[in-house]
């Protein structure tokens, strides 16, 4: 089955340590992205990435590291520099950034305490 | 700035009470708006893309019509599984091709 992967789907660190969170795709999509989700908003977009060994900043990058090395793979860091980092992560891919549709994993909510 | 906004926020519907979600939204120029659909602790699911004012389109229960302001998400007779939030997203043309989303509208529907 085709799709996009998450893990760890939960997922607890202490405050002050970097926590990488996985997101694997199967669909051959060239485009993936990084979005965070807190209650009562809307997807706000981390970083985004057209290509293998290209990503851009989204509208709350800070805080946040991501790669590209794969085209199957785009890993993202919170870092401790994050102030508020506790959220549910989403992860999405699309053929291509000019695509129309994204397709979403199914999430990690992180809680750092 | 694109802006969307997604009301109500939260809806209640009785088993077969048919009802509509608005998605108004301000763009410089429209490409395409989306419809998911998100169950609690999940990725969002892929519903609709509009393109034009005047399309519609539609699945099961569900039919998204698109005006040149706003979006509206039917939904007849709904049964107590189409319970879920749902988002609205844009994207504009020209520029970048990073969608836009609402906040979102909660669904609830009670058998």
């Known amino acids: 089955d085709g799709g996009i992967t998450q893990s760890p789907k939960y997922l607890f660190r202490k405050e002050g340590q970097n926590v990488t969170l996985s997101c694997e795709q199967n669909l051959n999509h060239d485009a993936m992205y990084w979005y965070r989700q807190d209650p009562g908003q809307g997807l706000r977009l981390i970083y985004y990435s057209q290509i293998v060994n290209d990503f851009q900043k989204g509208d709350i990058a800070e805080g946040y590291s991501v790669s590209r090395e794969k085209k199957e793979s785009f890993p993202l860091t919170v870092t401790s520099a994050q102030k508020n980092p506790t959220a549910f992560y989403l992860c999405?891919?699309?053929?291509?950034?000019?695509?129309?549709?994204?397709?979403f994993g199914p999430g990690t909510r992180l809680t750092v305490t | 700035e694109d802006q969307v906004t997604q009301s109500p926020e939260a809806l209640r519907l009785q088993e077969g009470e048919s009802s509509s979600l608005n998605c108004s939204y301000t763009?410089?120029?429209?490409?395409?708006l989306f419809w998911y659909r998100q169950d609690p602790g999940k990725g969002p699911e892929f519903l609709f893309t509009?393109?034009?004012a005047g399309e519609e389109k539609e699945k099961e229960r569900l039919k998204a019509t698109l005006t040149k302001k706003e979006s509206f998400l039917h939904i007849t007779a709904p049964k107590p599984e189409d319970s879920a939030t749902y988002l609205c997203a844009v994207q504009a043309s020209g520029g970048s091709y990073i969608p836009t989303f609402g906040r979102g509208t909660s669904l609830i529907v009670h058998p």
């Open positions: 999405a891919s699309s053929i291509a950034i000019t695509s129309y549709e994204q397709y």
């Open positions: 763009v410089s120029g429209l490409r395409g």
């Open positions: 509009l393109y034009s």
